[in-house]
């Protein structure tokens, strides 16, 4: 098999967002996304809804990343879907039409770890973009995920902190809501965070062993915070949107960099690099720039939209998978748990 120009359609739709591209080797040259609006009214993911728009979407979402990167579907070498871990339903369209396709063009077919995905999302090639030597430390946090995993090689994961309830990205989502800020609440309460004090009130940080999470008792603390404030004062919100956003921000902030430190002094492993939407939080890039000079670390962000949930980061995975021909057929079934 040629292995010089392999070009890859890659497929993502483990949860709200429908996604296409086209990769030519570790390039990407399209990466479609298609969001789907219908679930803020809805203030979080409705499944069933979510499986829908992904059989709307698809089609049109994989001819405009083929078209886009001007590529013919003969040319391809092989098709690239996320298997798990994901929503049943989402999971499943994506993987039924990358089977059909596969079976259609006579082509390999290469199933993909969504977590997996989000941490090779670091090697796509793109200018003034380093890529992270092994062995580095990736944390993925998402509205879906919270991990620290140490990454040994391409293939070679071992997670070493997961949240034993709630993701960070619902941390940031549910106090929003508790403030009455639309769904998704997380970048507004980063931007009013910005004009606000961090220090002006403080929330408990949970006790969790090891290098796990919690976020559950966090949410459930800024809403005990709030009902008391309110009641004193009705409009204490309006009054302190700032200093609460910045204070809430601070304070799960606080609670990854506490973990993070942990996680280096454990592993001896100074380099970080972080993926998922939460990693688009300016108080959070500050803090690991600020880590960089405080405690030496080396700090890996990739461009934006590999971060949030993209196929372009699960063609990656497909390019490295076909190298080491590793492929799967048509049998294969959609794994809602899918572990690292
Ligand atoms: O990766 P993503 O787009 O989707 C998944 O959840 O997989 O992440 C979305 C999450 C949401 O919870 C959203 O509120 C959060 O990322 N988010 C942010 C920011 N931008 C997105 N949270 C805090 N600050 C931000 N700037
Ligand atoms: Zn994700």
């Not at 090779?120 to 991990?147: R, V, Y």
């Amino acid at each position: 098999m040629n292995t010089q120009d392999v070009y890859i359609l890659a497929i993502e739709s483990s949860c709200d967002d429908t996604s296409a591209a086209v990769l030519h080797n570790d390039k990407v040259l399209s990466n479609v996304v298609a969001n789907q609006k219908i679930h803020e009214e809805y203030g979080g993911v409705v499944p069933e809804l979510a499986s829908r728009a992904h059989q709307q979407n698809i089609v049109p979402v994989v001819h405009q990343a083929l078209s886009r990167a001007n590529i013919d579907k003969k040319q391809l070498s092989a098709i690239a879907f996320t298997r798990g871990p994901g929503l049943m339903g989402s999971l499943l369209v994506g993987t039924s039409f990358a089977k059909s396709l596969a079976i259609g063009l006579d082509i390999p077919l290469i199933e993909v770890n969504h977590m997996q995905a989000h941490i090779l999302a670091h090697f796509i090639k793109e200018p003034n973009t380093p890529i992270p030597t092994f062995p580095f430390l990736a944390m993925t946090i998402s509205g879906g995920h919270t991990q620290i995993v140490k990454v040994n090689s391409h293939f070679d994961m071992e997670v070493i902190g997961e949240t034993i309830d709630d993701a960070v990205g619902e941390a940031f989502d549910k106090s929003a809501k508790i403030l009455g800020l639309p769904y998704p609440g997380g970048p507004l309460v980063d931007k009013y965070a910005q004009q606000g004090n961090p220090k002006a009130f403080s929330f408990p940080k949970p006790k969790v062993d090891g290098l796990n999470f919690s976020f559950s008792g966090f949410k459930t603390a800024v809403l005990y915070f709030i009902q008391k404030e309110t009641e004193g004062n009705p409009n204490f919100i309006e009054e302190n949107l700032y200093d609460i956003c910045a204070s809430i921000q601070q304070g799960i902030i606080n609670i990854l960099v506490d973990k993070l430190k942990k996680a280096t002094k454990q592993t001896g492993i100074k380099k970080i690099a972080i993926g998922g939407g939460v990693s688009a939080n300016s108080g959070i890039r500050q803090t690991l720039k600020d880590g960089e000079k405080r405690y030496g670390w080396e700090t890996f962000v990739p461009k934006f939209e590999y971060t949030t949930d993209n196929a372009a980061m699960i063609g990656i995975v497909g390019y490295y998978k076909f190298l080491n021909n590793d492929f799967t057929n048509e049998k294969v079934s959609v794994k809602a748990r899918f572990a690292l």
